[in-house]
Structures are given as C-alpha cells and as structure tokens.
C-alpha cells in the first residue's frame, strides 16, 4: 500500500461491517523469493503440506504470512473468455481447468490448491489488460463506479474437490484522465485484474470496500484456511 488503508469487510456472523487498518509491512514475505528457510515460506517439495499452483506473487505472500508450507507448482491453461461467457462462469470454468491441468502435473500425492481472481463490472470479466491504452480504458470504464471482485479457491486431491468463493464490491473514486495515464505510465496495471493492484498506487482509488480485502489481493486468507483445514492442512503443520 501507499499508506495504510481503510476497508470495509463484510461480517457476515455478525451482520454488519467492520473497519480494518492494514498495514504494508504485514504483506512482505521476500525471504519465499530468495530462497531462504523461514517458516511459512515455500519450501521442499518433500516437506510442503501442499502444492500452490500459481503463479501470483501476492497468494504466494498471502500463504506465506499465514504460516503455511507449502512448494510451488507451475501450470498453464487458457484463460481466453468464451463468447458471450458471464463473468462468474468464466472464473469458475478457469479454475476448474487450472485445478485438472495442477492434479495432472503433481509429482506427489498432496492437496493442490489453486485459484482465480477477477475483476467483474456490468456482468463481464476484465480481464488483464493487453497494453497500456488497454489498461486505460479498463480505468474510464471502472472510474466513479461500483465494480465486483470475484476470488475462488479450489483445493484438490484424488477425487476430492472443494472450494471457497468470495465478492467483494469496490467503489471507486471518479478518476481523471490524466490521473488514469500516470497510473498506467508507472506499469502497476499490467497482469493485474481489472488493469490495478489494491496494494499499491491504486489504494487512492477505493472510495468504499465491501468483502474481503486479502481476496481482491488475490487470495481470501481467512477463507483458505478454513478450506485447507478440510483437508488436514493447517498453519505450522498444527
């Protein structure tokens, strides 16, 4: 983040919403990246609890934080939307399609997880921008305006399948055009959801946040864990 932010998280037990103060150092994990033993980062496939089948910098970060072991899984599948697909449809077809191609590529029989976040407004997935002018067009569209940002979790192993899923709405500040280029200039937005990361810059876009904030980051934490802990993965191997 740019600074702490403040964000509105739907609490469904206890039907109302809470404001939350994160701060960015809770979300550095870089010891994962150079390879260093720490607790909760990836390590040994022979010691992972699971396999994380993404490549997204922020779940591996999100998992990291949380106390999780788990090893790195690289697959790749076609994220190209079908025509006329509902943007709900295309996040759950994607990540049915990375969950098979995952369990394909295992080399050991532990749970794979995988997962999907994406930017939905008038019914329709955004997708990644392609360039710059791309990026800004997704930011005129999504400028002054109320947008969902759609996350599921799937954990597979054998022929077990479970999932969470989470919506969080997000309502921007109208933006200015000039605003929108120097956002897009920087290269935040490219291979980000929507063309812009929470996280970063664009944190100064959020008028109001409804849902999860760690599940437009890319990975609903306190879902994830409830979910792996169906499959007897839990922080620190508890």
């Not at 150092?25 to 992972?48: K, V």
């Not at 394909?104 to 997880?113: D, Q, R």
């Not at 407004?121 to 002054?144: I, N, T, V, W, Y």
């Amino acid at each position: 983040f740019s600074g702490p932010l403040r964000a509105q998280h739907a609490n469904a037990a206890a039907g109302r919403c809470v404001t939350t103060r994160i701060s960015p150092t809770r979300l550095s994990c870089a010891g994962a990246y150079e390879g260093r033993a720490r607790q909760g980062c990836y390590i040994s496939r022979m010691n992972a609890a699971f396999y994380l089948a993404s490549q997204s910098p922020r779940r591996h970060e999100l998992l990291a934080q949380a106390g999780l072991r788990f090893a790195p899984l690289s697959v790749s599948v076609d994220e190209t939307p079908r025509a006329r697909e509902a943007g709900l449809d295309y996040v759950r077809r994607v990540v049915d399609e990375k969950l098979a191609a995952a369990l394909a590529a295992a080399p050991t029989e532990l749970p794979v997880l995988v997962a999907d976040t994406e930017v939905i407004f008038d019914g329709k997935a955004l997708g990644k921008p392609r360039d710059a002018a791309h990026a800004e067009k997704m930011l005129e569209q999504l400028s002054g305006e109320t947008h969902s940002v759609v996350t599921r979790v799937v954990v597979g192993l054998g022929t077990r399948r479970d999932h969470v899923e989470t919506t969080t709405h997000i309502t921007f500040a109208p933006l200015t055009f000039a605003q929108i280029q120097r956002y897009c200039a920087s290269g935040e937005p490219m291979g980000k959801a929507g063309a812009y990361a929470i996280q970063g810059e664009a944190a100064g876009f959020v008028l109001s946040l409804s849902g999860s904030l760690t599940g437009v980051i890319g990975l609903p934490v306190a879902e994830t864990l409830e979910l792996l802990s169906r499959f007897d993965v839990r922080p620190g191997g508890a």
